[in-house]
């Protein structure tokens, strides 16, 4: 059993920046793929970002290219999402999820196959 706690949230301004955390109690993170989703009011969840267990191989959502980017630490067991240029479009409840992965530069884009999920932070964004 996996369990994930994100932390990091809060409100920030229009151009500003958070660091999202998210710790994981697992012995070997590096077997699991992980990525950042979110979901908004009125909306459905959405991949944000992906990080393969090694962390050499990362997808972004267009949304957040050049903004967002995703990280982690095998050593801290933790993985982390720096958020610049934040936009009110950004405002959602940010959630971490992991599954275990079968190659270490395996990338998981389909929210469907992640097994463990964080209770989310949330992340707001004023104009």
């Known amino acids: 059993q996996v369990q994930l706690e994100e932390s990091g949230g809060g409100l920030v301004q229009a151009g500003g920046s958070l660091r999202l955390s998210c710790a994981a109690s697992v012995r070997t993170v590096s077997i699991y793929a992980m990525g950042w989703f979110r979901q908004a009011p009125g909306k459905e969840r959405e991949l944000v970002t992906a990080?393969?267990?090694?962390?050499?191989?990362?997808y972004y959502t267009d949304s957040v290219k050049g903004r967002f980017t995703i990280s982690r630490d095998n050593a801290k067991n933790t993985m982390y999402l720096q958020m610049n240029s934040l936009k009110p479009e950004d405002t959602a409840v940010y959630f971490c999820?992991?599954?275990?992965?079968?190659?270490?530069?395996?990338?998981?884009?389909?929210?469907?196959?992640?097994?463990?999920w964080g209770q989310g932070t949330q992340v707001t964004v004023s104009s």
């Open positions: 999820a992991a599954r275990r992965a079968y190659a270490s530069s395996y990338v998981e884009v389909n929210e469907g196959t992640y097994d463990y």
């Open positions: 990080i393969s267990g090694s962390g050499g191989s990362t």
